[in-house]
């Protein structure tokens, strides 16, 4: 049995960034090698343990392969005959692809920290198309990452953009397309994020809001002055906000009320008493 540090640890160590969380990936290994050492296991759909101590994740290697829609459209495949490079073609980037042992030494058996340093948001193989939910996530990288100069792979575009003609992101959850909107939000260059949409046509129906350039200047600008989801959706909606389109993800109430009140003020100015301040501080609520 072996035990390996993967991805985003490895990844963010090697561009010198600090992180919180490590995720591990127990080679050779049953469930009960880890229940009998302690660890206690998370749900009943994946082979995934915390530990006894630290709490940390830690998972068997496996094979994932798609077998049905959805979330849960996989067949897991997780045995101690399972290698770790097999477990690491699974993952959507190459970047998010190596492992660290305990010795220190780097596994990189698909050329993540090549790509690191052409600084390329490069897909592992093309099990990428399995799950859609990747195509939000590498736009969400790709606004991580854009102040260090990264940018998606031509062939990884191709491939997202194939992704999204073909209706694959149709079958996302909606809860889990705004939780991964609400992360770029979040990110240091947030409208990467939604050009990126844009630009693979994967924004529409799934906001209620035209992607214009004035969209994407007012969350450019929002981002200098504020660091949480709903007042930078605020900017981004703005005057683009279409209150009557239905879309898929699943966002917020707040969200959505903070943008009918910033679309009313714009059409209709500024309150023009206090009552009408209070009315619309009250909407907030």
Known sequence: MSILRVGGAVRDELLGYTFDEIDWV????????????????VGNDFPVFLHPESNEEYALARTERKSGKGYNGFTVYADPSVTLEEDLQRRDLTINAMARSDEGELIDPYGGQQDLQAKQLRHVSASFT??????????????????LGFEVAGETMDLMREMTQTGELAELAPDRVWRETERALCERNPEIFFRLLHVLGADEAMYPVKLTEHALSRLTHSRDHFDDSLRRWAALTGSDFLPDLSCRAAIPKRHLTLSNLVLTTLTSGPPASSEETLFLLEQLD
């Open 26 to 41: 127990v080679v050779g290994a049953t469930p009960n090698d880890l229940l009998d050492a302690g660890f206690k296991q």
């Open 130 to 147: 399995e799950d859609p939910l990747r195509v939000l996530r590498v736009c969400r990288f790709a606004a991580r990452y854009h102040h």
